[in-house]
């Protein structure tokens, strides 16, 4: 995500972990990266549920991504 205008790490981080999930940062590069774990049972249905969240925050941060098909 560096370079995309309008992320900012700290905000996506704390909006999603106001709607019950919590990322934890990268560190497997410069770039700015986050990574998703799990603790406990998940089921499909919970990542339906964060990838809509994800989308959510970023429009709500006017991050937009071009998605490849």
């Known amino acids: ?3 995309v205008p309008g992320f900012e790490f700290q905000k996506f ?3 999603l972990k106001s709607r019950g999930f ?3 940062p990268g560190k497997v590069s410069q ?3 986050f990574r998703i774990g799990s603790i406990g049972d998940v089921y499909p249905e ?3 549920q964060l990838v809509g ?3 959510e925050v970023l429009k709500t ?3 937009r991504l071009a998605v490849a098909s």
Do not use: K, N, R
């Open 13 to 15: 981080y704390d909006a």
């Open 46 to 48: 919970d990542m339906t």
């Open 1 to 3: 995500m560096q370079g």
């Open 61 to 63: 941060m006017g991050v």
């Open 22 to 24: 919590v990322i934890y």
């Open 31 to 33: 770039a700015q990266c």
């Open 53 to 55: 969240h994800i989308s």
